[in-house]
């Protein structure tokens, strides 16, 4: 009789044994997975919140809900698929996924299952069947969208799954060519604003350019508020993300043969059209409707210095100067970061003068190219869970739209920059991929600006003169490129240089709109 514990009883998990295998097997192990967000935090303990069976019982699955807690006592809730199985990866699986033995003699090892086509195919299973499965502490229960009681009447149901790539904040499951599904990793109760927006704009508006709503996993904990889990939507047929366009776009305008620019390739969608979608999902959100989660709201004139407050607290944390620029700098990094710092400051001042006669919407929240995926000759919006380092509450508040526009205006600056900053790319070469990769982005912005404003038109979410479109662009572009000067100062220092660049531009211009595209 084998003394192995065993982790396929949900109840194990809070017996004092299943504490103990917690504490021993999952600190390790979460803190080598990128979407493991906390491991800057001081890592302390680590214990099962909930546990569920999914599938058969002899295939070994379980869906752990792991709480966290960190150094200042503050406490995560993350999700943790696992199998237990031999010493070997079962298929789909890779040694990487091994998450350790259940005992030091144990010939059992638990793995993490999300890449194993046995847990996907139970997920689908209980999205389509809309299935409730009771654990110790709470309810999972899946939900079935349109597309997926459609494909389940016609048995059009894939029974392919796989994973698509591992090193995400979350995790993507594909089933066959049809079926998308997000399961997220960290968990957060209440309204998810990536269900909400594609329930809302697939289902609600009918927005062709999303892709169609499938599905949600959602936890219903004993209590508090219920937690997705899982969106399930449309996989849609394409041939990139508009990043990887963007940026074959932009190496291609660094031809060192002395060649004027190519044309944009006409077999793919332009510029200006994503301009044109983006507004559109703009005007989309700004519809009347009786639901108060989307309802537009005006702009106070009292939240226009709060606004002000905000960027000038952003730049302070992204420069690492919490009481302003010092008196001596102590580095040639610190000098020029001093030196930037009250102009900043004094562009960011410009919003205060701009008239309180504006909406706010419900927007994308991480707007830039790789959140939109390009067909053969069209473009679709795809994640809307806002910046995943805010609070659901956060990513959730309406907002200006042009937030929105100001994100996409610095991805088309990074994708420009990217490939001249390449190991190895220096001196008078650089200098000359610079000036070549600057012409394009101008060009490549220029156009989904004119795309954007064309099809926006007098909305009321943008300021009423182009003056004042002007002005609120600007602020959020240079906003938006001292936030990533923090982020990588913090995470890819090699990479500071793109958005300090942007930032020397904007002020140096004193029209960074006519320098990033006209209005």
């Known amino acids: 009789m084998s003394s192995d514990p065993d982790p396929l009883a949900e109840k194990f998990w809070f017996s004092p044994a299943g504490g103990r295998l917690a504490a ?14 906390g491991k800057a935090r001081g890592l302390e303990e680590v214990w099962v919140a909930d546990a569920f069976r999914l599938g058969r019982r002899e295939e070994g699955l379980r869906l752990l809900l792991l709480q966290a807690r960190f150094a200042a006592g503050e406490t995560a809730l993350f999700s943790l698929p696992v199998r237990m199985a031999g010493d070997h990866p079962p298929a789909g699986l890779a040694e990487g996924d091994r998450i350790g033995p259940l005992s030091p003699a144990s010939p059992q090892c638990l793995w993490e299952a999300t890449g194993d086509p046995l847990f996907g195919q139970a997920l689908l299973d209980l999205l389509a069947e809309e299935k409730e499965v009771l654990g110790p502490q709470g309810l999972l229960r899946g939900r079935r969208g349109p597309l997926l ?76 508020a ?111 970061l001093a030196y930037l710092f009250p102009r900043i400051e004094s562009r960011f001042r410009s919003i205060l003068d701009l008239p309180a006669d504006l909406v706010k919407i419900r927007i994308h929240g991480d707007y830039h190219l790789g959140q939109v995926l390009a067909t053969e000759d069209d473009f679709v919006l795809i994640d809307f869970e806002g910046e995943p380092e805010r609070s659901l509450a956060e ?12 994100g996409m205006v610095r991805s088309f600056h990074y994708a420009a920059l990217a490939p001249v900053f390449l190991p190895g790319d220096a001196g008078e070469e650089r200098g000359r991929r610079l000036a070549a990769a600057d012409g394009w982005r101008r060009r490549a912005t220029r156009r989904f600006l004119e795309g954007y404003f064309a099809a926006a038109g007098p909305a009321p979410f943008l300021p009423a003169t182009p003056a004042g479109c002007r002005t609120l662009l600007e602020f959020f572009v240079l906003e938006k490129a001292v936030y990533e000067v923090g982020y990588e100062r913090n995470n890819r220092p090699a990479w500071e240089e793109i958005p300090l660049r942007g930032v020397e531009e904007l002020l140096e211009s004193g029209r960074s709109s006519e320098e990033n595209g006209s209005l």
């Open 226 to 336: 219920p937690i997705l889990l899982g969106l399930l939507t449309e996989a849609v047929p394409h041939r990139s993300d508009a990043w990887t366009l963007a940026l074959a776009e932009a190496t291609g305008s660094l031809d060192s043969s002395g060649a004027p620019p190519p044309l944009p390739d006409s077999s793919r969608p332009s510029w200006e059209l994503l301009g044109r979608r983006t507004a559109e999902f703009h005007l989309a959100m700004a519809g009347s409707t009786d639901d108060p989660a989307f309802a537009p709201e005006p702009l106070a004139a009292e939240e226009i210095p709060l606004v002000f407050a905000e960027a000038l607290e952003l730049l302070r944390r992204s420069f690492g100067m919490p009481h302003g620029p010092p008196a001596v700098p102590s580095s040639p990094e610190e000098e020029r």
């Open 149 to 224: 009681a459609e494909l389940g009447a016609s048995g059009d149901l894939p029974k392919d799954c796989r994973l698509l790539g591992r090193e995400q904040s979350n995790s993507s499951l594909l089933f066959g060519s049809r079926l998308f599904l997000k399961l997220y990793r960290k968990l957060e109760g209440g309204p998810n604003p990536d269900a909400e927006v594609h329930e809302r704009l697939s289902g609600v508006l009918g927005f062709p350019h999303v892709p169609r709503y499938g599905g949600r996993l959602d936890y219903e904990p004993q209590s508090g």
């Open 24 to 37: 021993n097997l999952f600190p390790s192990f979460l803190l080598g997975r990128r979407w493991f967000a």
């Open 395 to 406: 990513r959730r508040r309406k907002a200006l739209a042009l937030r929105d526009v100001a």
